[in-house]
């Protein structure tokens, strides 16, 4: 059967219904919005290229994942860089990963915007260029400011720039199974941390060697790894370098975004026109795109709105103590005396945590919707700050906060994004969640500079209730937390 395309009135019909999203999505050259109908032969074909692009997208994941493997080789580069200056401590370093963060945050939601400007094709393998320039570059580096400057923002930018390409292009592919097209890609990111956490460790401290040096630092004894260790950080760095070039092209030449495909509108066979299957369309703010109440028409108006400073107190202070964990967990796993190998494991599997639990949560965000969602992650978070610092030397309970931790983490990131076109609509809830991410930049710097100035003093203890602190204050805002706003009022 060939492609048929959709009565005029039916095509009016919908279009007008769309009139709002259109309005507030990118404007996608070469999409005329062609309504067809594909024949069974057809689908069948489009959806093995979708899973070729799904495929592609967990390639270029697996590369931008990267931005969790820092708090795995951070005590390694720590090491490597005291030998050429002994001011440098591991203190300094962790500030590579709030600022990492404020990097690629920035740029998330340009990405999209200019991929359909110069190609999405284009944009992949620039930006999987860059990073693995980037690690090169690393490599044959030895001064502590120009490795920050380029670990940050040559890795950081083209990494918040291309993170959501391989989503969009899945999307088209598979409209009605956007939360699983997301979760799939995403997993990706967990599991590139994964697979190169244990890389790295496998280059730099094969033997699975203690920290042995000792330096004073801030009136304590701090350890390093020794020169047997160290040494190996410029081939890790051309290791990585050489997996992330060969995993951008497999990007480059699988993710693909196809213009002229429209799947919203397929015809049933023999029963006249349909929503396809397989979907609520009542709960989907994806597919349905009018909202029953009012929704939010001006930025300005949402920046002024009840909802967005509860979120943005809710944001800042929910995301924090997952954030100082992904950068530190091995420099608080050293202070229990536990091993690299086992912090090294412990490292991966809560990456994997981080990523594979994101689909589950919006599954169940779907069910329940966000202000319960929040809630349980709100309370085991109180509950994790709250007995973390009563572990002692147990690697069984720091490997199941974290575990648990990362969990909720994951959480948080897959339910923010839909929260906020929920209440502030498709137009300015983009917008706002844009925003929500610079908010997590800013939690996550908060968090190093927690560690910074208040680890010499009070110690990890003492900072995690200071974490814990900032997590009643996240579950009392979750509790007079409102999901839905009438806009009419406004």
Known sequence: MKPQTVPQSLAQSDNSLDKNQNESQVDEPGDEHQFKVYSAKELKSIKLQGLICLFGGVALHFVLGTFYLWGGISPYVAAYMKQYDRNVTQSTLQIVFPILGIATNSVLSFGVKLAFRIGFQTMICGAGFLISLAFLILSIINDIYGFILIYCFMIGIPTGLVYMLPIICGWKYFPFNRGMVSGLIIAGYGFGAFSFNFLCKAICNPNNEDPELSFEENGKIKKYFSESVYKNVPLMFRMLALSYFFLTIIATLLVKYPNDLNLEYQQALGEGYKKPSGINHEKSVDYNPTVMHAECETLEQGLKSRPFWFLVVMVLCSIIFGMLLANCYKVFGQTLGINDAKLTVLGSVQAICNGGSRFGWAVLFDKI??????????????????????????????????????????????????????????????????????????????????????????????????LFGFCCVAFIFGIFFKEEHDWKKK
Do not use: D
């Open 369 to 466: 919707g966000f202000k319960k969602v929040y809630l349980i992650i709100a309370v085991i978070n109180l509950i994790c700050t709250a007995s973390i610092g009563y572990i002692s030397n147990s690697y069984t309970g720091y490997f199941i906060i974290l575990c648990v931790s990362m969990c909720c983490e994951g959480g948080l990131f897959s339910c923010y994004p839909a929260v906020s076109a929920k209440i502030f609509g498709h137009k300015v809830g983009p917008i706002i969640y844009g925003g929500l991410f610079f908010v997590i930049g800013l939690s996550n710097m908060l968090g190093y500079l927690l560690y910074k100035f208040g680890e010499p003093s009070i110690g990890f203890g003492g900072i995690f209730w200071i």
